[in-house]
């Protein structure tokens, strides 16, 4: 039966009271007792007001929680607790009983019950540590969700005297043999650090969270890079160097998406150990740029940017003189991703598509020019919101050249009279800012001056006409020669423009080229004359300025309205700058002994443009500042981080390490490609973190070779690469393919293994290019990158025709791999056939090895493919 009973006001969360509107009759606690388990099984029920006494009632069904059968009544009495708890209810009265009521097998109730525990155990610590001895006894259960649950709620009770009891359960559950256990271990030593660091660092558990990087399950490795950057704040984050990059880099396809972002922000605070690992890594995370999730493209960008600005050569560094610049390198990273961001602007959601035009402004400006060609992907369209047809119309003049001004000035023209008043504004600002950066070639500057020219007699528009007043004044002190197109509307706008800085902007005009426009001193009377009338400041002080300039070019007809302008400026109050300024004209003119020393210190030509920009314009420190900080909210809120964080919160940004095992001239070993190529967009069908079957828990890396630096214990810092372990067992085959450095075969090897290889057991591929290589050395060189020779190669007349070979390493098979590619001219083609010799028998296998290198040699060839 439900009682229905008027509402009150209970406390809320909070903790002031606050009245609860809830229509209907709501189940009470008693009303569970007769009815069904459905008479209260709506989720919205439980939020309803609640009687005098029901606590007391919800105590007497907590009684007989233990000898209910009925596992749904079981679920709904806890529920209702948790329900009261979250309005604030004080229901600690129900600890004891909610302590019996963990005593069982059903997960939901537990994880119930241990919210309950933890959300009263701050506030009420005696009563916490009653349930200490049953959360450790539920720490070693043999289901590894309760053991993961158990833990969870020990570590989030955050009481000092509850670290004796947490060491040990969380100490054990990082070797726990589940990965679920292991992750909530990690996040639980974070808790630790946060509750009593000296406990902390005396367990050790820094150590223990590096070797834990090793963890064969990737959401384990993704928790201890987290916890690690978060414990090492003040240092600037996790200790980096070679052997954990890599590591971190080789396994990036058994992350999920959120994984995948924690190991590229490392990226960034990365020094490779010199030019060709850059490059290595940089092609290592190529494919992340092909899929959809925005935040690692994003990330991705950073980390090209980051490596492009370590390893390119900078002015006076003595090297090579071949070596590309980090200017260069960073033109190359926007043609590279300029495909993909457009894409993700295009396809996103309305707050994601402004954030990633955000990004868009940051890279034109670092590299003007590349995004050009994609003008129209930066149109306004009719269903967008405001704030993003705002930042497309500030992005359509910094992409317009002799080639797009014309479509885009087009197109501004036609949102110039937009209902929206801002949108209008920012298309003429716009407009203007192409001939004032003279980015339309050639006819530009007078075509959008008369455009603007147009826009001054739309009296039913004034916001138009002030801001083409505004455009106007500035691109004539940029461009002289055109006041001839801009002359003769002046004095008829000055009637009919209302806006103060309109208004300025024409009488400042007005008195600069008043000598040839025949009716400069009578426009000006008319405002003269209305002086009492004018309330803005910076009307009145371009009204002086323009009067007296004018005045040496036409003083008869100037000289009795500049003594009433006079006048009344000298004994205006209202504004402290007008009035000395106009005392300085009136002194200077008065005492000067040669009117010329007046006039020459007056209409001197100060106030034209050399350049395309205003000093106070010029922020390319500020850009290049912002710069640094890419891929944060400085991008989005176009300032530093100390103008929004507190300075105690920023993060330290320390780039490591600082000294390599290797030498800045030394070869790196190359960065094998773990199959990540071949991995598909999480959104567009596969997933970019692919599952794969993980190893035993018991895996350990191999000892470091004698002679070499193992910073943490990796075991693989210096010669991971250049020699391969064998395969962990149940590790996926995308990591079975490893070509060893040294292979080589004579031409008759060569020709026996391919004649006994039959043509129907190769693998045939043919790929568009984008363009064909210049020579043979070319595609040598960078299929040699990878491991893959090269036995003969030679150009004809249609065709670049290439015999090449790798080997495996011995632990992968020692199998050889023969190819013969041909590069087709006239249309650039890439034609591939793979024969597979020796090494492993299982012909599925085999295959797939033989996919997996055809991705290597198009990755290799990347620069020339689509």
């Known amino acids: 039966m439900q009682h229905p009973y008027p509402p009150r006001n209970l406390p809320q969360p909070g903790g002031g009271p606050g009245p609860i509107h809830q229509g209907g009759n709501a189940p009470t606690p008693g009303s569970m007792s007769g009815g069904s388990p459905g008479g209260a099984g709506k989720d919205d029920s439980y939020f309803t007001e609640s009687r005098k006494g029901e606590v007391n009632e919800l105590r007497q069904l907590l009684r007989t929680f233990g000898s209910e059968r009925d596992k749904q009544r079981k679920r709904e009495i806890i529920k209702k607790v948790i329900a009261y708890m979250t309005l604030g209810i004080d229901v600690s009265r129900l600890f004891t009983e909610m302590m019996l009521a963990i005593e069982t097998r059903d997960l939901v109730i537990k994880k119930m019950v241990y919210l309950f525990l933890c959300n009263y155990a701050e506030t009420h610590p005696d009563l916490a540590q009653m349930c200490t001895n049953t959360l450790v006894k539920d720490s070693g259960n043999e289901d590894p969700m309760v053991r993961g649950l158990a833990l969870r709620a020990l570590c989030s009770l955050r009481l000092p005297q509850m670290i004796e009891y947490t060491s040990e359960p969380l100490r054990r559950s990082l070797q726990d043999g589940h990965a679920y256990v292991r992750k909530t271990g990690v996040m ?142 960073k033109r190359q990273v926007c043609v590279r991703i300029k495909a993909p961001l457009v894409t993700l602007i295009a396809s996103g959601s309305n707050e994601l598509t402004y954030v990633l035009l955000k990004y868009a402004d940051q890279l034109i400006d670092l590299c ?164 009492d009338n004018i309330t803005d400041d910076g009307v009145k002080t371009a009204l002086l300025a323009a009067t007296v300039k004018l005045f040496f070019h036409r003083p008869p007809e100037m000289q009795k309205m500049l003594g009433r302008l006079m006048k009344k400026a000298t004994e205006d109050v209202s504004s402290q700058d007008l009035h000395d300024r106009a005392l300085f004209y009136y002194r200077l003119l008065r005492s000067s002994p040669d009117p010329n020393v007046a006039k020459s210190i007056i209409t001197s030509k100060s106030m034209s443009m050399t350049t395309d920009q205003f000093a106070e314009e010029d922020d390319s420190e500020f850009r290049a500042s912002l710069m640094n900080e890419f891929n944060t909210l400085c991008t989005v809120y176009r300032c530093k981080a100390e103008n929004f964080i507190e300075e105690e919160n920023i993060v330290k940004f320390v780039k490591m390490p600082k000294d390599h095992p290797l030498a800045r001239e030394g070869n790196v070993a190359p960065v094998a490609d773990p199959g990540v190529n071949t991995i598909v967009d999480q959104f567009g069908g596969t997933t970019i973190g692919v599952s794969l079957a993980a190893p035993s828990p018991s895996m350990c890396a191999p000892p470091a070779p004698v002679g070499e630096v193992d910073l943490l214990g990796f075991g693989d810092d210096v010669s991971i690469l250049s020699a391969p372990q064998p395969p962990a067992s149940g590790t996926n085959s995308l990591q079975s393919l490893s070509l060893k450095s040294n292979a080589s075969i004579t031409g008759d090897e060569y020709q026996s293994m391919w004649r006994a290889v039959s043509d129907l057991e190769a693998v045939t591929i043919s790929t568009h290019m984008r363009s064909r290589p210049t020579s043979t050395d070319a595609v040598e060189s960078a299929l040699g990158a990878f491991n893959v020779m090269t036995m003969a190669s030679g150009e004809l007349q249609t065709e670049f025709k290439f015999f090449l070979y790798g080997q495996e390493e011995a632990y992968y098979g020692g199998g050889y791999f023969l190819i013969e590619a041909v590069v087709m001219k006239a249309s650039p083609s890439l034609n591939l056939t793979i024969k597979s010799f020796g090494g492993d028998s299982d012909s599925i296998k085999r295959k797939e090895k033989l996919d997996q290198l055809a991705e290597l040699i198009k990755s290799a060839l990347g620069e020339y493919l689509h």
């Open 368 to 531: 003007p020019g590349i995004f050009d060609d994609e003008y129209r992907q930066f149109y306004v369209r009719y269903s967008e919101p405001t704030h993003i047809k705002h930042s497309k119309v500030r992005l359509l003049a910094k992409l317009a050249n002799p080639e797009t001004a014309p479509d885009i000035v087009a197109e501004l023209g036609e949102l110039v009279a937009d209902i929206d008043e801002t949108m209008g504004r920012l298309a003429v600002r716009s407009m203007g800012s192409i001939a004032l950066h003279d980015s339309g070639g050639q006819g530009a500057v007078e075509s959008i001056a008369r455009r603007l020219v147009e826009m001054l007699d739309l009296q039913g528009i004034p916001h138009v006409s002030s801001e083409a007043a505004t455009a106007l004044a500035s691109l004539v002190r940029r461009h002289p020669d055109i006041i001839t197109v801009v002359s003769a509307p002046l004095p008829r706008a000055l009637r009919y423009i209302t806006e103060p800085n309109g208004r300025s902007n024409v009488i400042f005009l007005l008195g600069e080229y008043g000598e040839s426009i025949a009716e400069a001193p009578y426009a000006l009377e008319r405002v003269i004359d209305s002086y």
């Open 188 to 329: 639980g030593i974070l808790k630790m650090y946060h509750l009593n660091k000296e406990d902390f660092d005396k367990a050790a558990f820094n150590d223990i969270l590096y070797d834990m990087l090793r963890d064969p399950d990737s959401s384990v490795v993704t928790n201890c890079i987290l916890v690690l950057n978060e414990i090492m704040a003040d240092s600037g984050g996790m200790a980096l160097n070679r052997a954990v990059m890599l590591h971190l880099l080789n396994r990036i396809h058994e992350f999920s998406e959120f994984g995948i972002l924690s190991v590229l922000d490392l990226v960034p605070r990365y020094i490779p150990a010199n030019d060709e690992e850059g490059f290595q890594i940089m092609n290592l995370l190529d494919p992340v740029l092909r899929t959809a999730n925005s935040g690692a493209v994003v990330a991705t960008i950073c980390a090209f940017l980051s490596i492009a600005d370590a390893i390119g050569k900078r002015p006076g560094d003595g090297r090579d003189a071949d070596s590309p610049s980090v200017d260069d390198l």
